[in-house]
């Protein structure tokens, strides 16, 4: 049988092709944007280090709300809203509770998909629910001192409950804190997931214990900070504009 030098050009050639459409897809798949608008702007982005440096923001911010900030005005919501022990409990739970429903989704899907898209995601939703958290104190009114303790008890309880004439509507405003802690959930649920997997996956194997370490303490810090602002923010009047 007869060797065809022909069939072995063609087959080099088709390899190259190959390999020259892996290498764009590569280049696709790591420059910065969305869908095909990818400006050259962006671009300063699309490096290890820069990746590493939006993480570890993305870490310590997400430490310093969900685990600092949060518990830290869980007081100052009870008093102001007059939420039971049991609400606040939720509130500061539904956190827990929706990492625990969705993490196994979450890092199922995402460890087989695109992992900085899916982190994106999560840090957008977690801001969405950062905002609606803090919504209340804009859209109710303005809190006064002992209303409700210089209030006399006639006319103002009925079988033990304060009427609407005498303290506010609170279920409403407790309805938007579980909304945005299940948010916040879902956001966080990504970053210590499918955030470890990609810096293993996005550094050396000798390099990686560094950025992951850095990665971990960093996530140690965030509530530190959290609750050194919650603290200082305890300080000033909940209506700092009156």
């Known amino acids: 049988m007869k060797h065809n030098p022909e069939s072995d050009t063609n087959l080099v050639g088709v390899v190259e092709k190959e390999e020259e459409q892996n290498d764009d897809s590569a280049i696709t798949t790591t420059s910065c944007g969305i869908g095909r608008w990818r400006p050259r702007c962006l671009q300063c982005f699309a490096h290890p280090i820069a990746f590493m440096m939006i993480l570890n923001t993305y870490c310590l911010v997400e430490g310093a709300i969900v685990s600092g900030l949060v518990n830290v ?47 994106g995601v999560g840090v957008f939703i977690q801001g969405l629910g950062a905002l609606l958290y803090a919504s209340p104190q804009f859209i109710t009114g303005n809190y006064e001192v002992g209303r409700d303790a210089n209030l006399t008890l006639e006319g103002c309880e009925d079988e033990g409950n304060f009427s609407p004439d005498c303290s506010e509507d609170s279920s409403n405003v407790y309805f938007v804190f579980i909304l945005a802690n299940i948010l916040g959930g879902i956001g966080a649920a990504p970053l210590f997931t499918i955030g470890v997997s990609y810096i293993d996956d996005l550094f050396h194997p000798k390099r990686a214990p560094i950025w992951l370490g850095i990665f971990f303490v960093l996530s140690g810090v965030g509530p530190a900070a959290g609750f050194g602002i919650g603290g200082a923010f305890l300080s000033v009047y909940v209506d700092p504009w009156r």
Do not use: A, C
Not at 94 to 100: G, K, P, Q, R
């Open 73 to 119: 005005s869980l007081s100052s919501l009870e008093t102001r809203y007059k939420f039971t022990s049991f609400q606040t409990g939720m509130i500061v739970s539904t956190i827990d509770l929706t990492v625990l429903v969705t993490v196994v989704f979450i890092s199922y899907f995402g460890g087989n998909s695109h992992k900085p898209r899916w982190l």
